[in-house]
């Protein structure tokens, strides 16, 4: 195991713990930008569908569990439970001017034409 990706991985799981305690302990997700975690859920899906297909180790098929469990409890925190507290106006992001390109460009520039090669590059570009 490569100690720099093993503190990369800790760090970026302790970064995402942090902001769904911060949500969950302060009920609310003011100042937190959902289509920014929707596009972290789409990255960390379209990344990790390997798991589908090829296992690695139980520590890479465990971390791609939780970055992706923590990406979608993210993302219902928001939209959901505490929807009350989300400001909608002041994420104003227009997502498709940035998904549609980069699907577009995934598809063409991409290192194998299969599909879960074209989904790994969108989740590169993105």
């Keep these: ?21 911060k949500i969950w ?15 972290f859920s789409l990255v960390f899906t379209t990344r990790y569908l390997d798991l589908l297909t090829s296992f690695i180790s139980l520590y ?26 989300y400001d909608g106006n002041h994420d104003s ?12 460009l995934s598809v063409l520039i991409n290192h194998d034409f299969s599909p879960l090669e074209i989904l790994w590059t969108f989740s590169i570009y993105l």
């Excluded at 100690?3 to 713990?17: C, K, P, Y």
């Excluded at 302990?25 to 596009?39: E, M, N, T, V, Y």
């Excluded at 498709?96 to 980069?102: D, G, S």
């Design 25 to 39: 302990k302060s009920r609310s997700c003011a100042g937190i930008s959902g289509k920014s975690q929707i596009l």
């Design 93 to 104: 992001f227009r997502v498709e001017f940035l998904i549609v390109p980069v699907g577009g």
């Design 1 to 21: 195991m490569n100690v720099f990706r093993l503190t990369g991985d800790l760090s970026h799981l302790a970064a995402i713990i942090i902001l769904l305690l």
């Design 60 to 85: 890479n098929t465990c971390m791609k569990v939780i970055y992706i469990g923590c990406a979608y409890a993210t993302v219902y925190l928001i939209y959901m439970k505490f929807r009350a507290t």
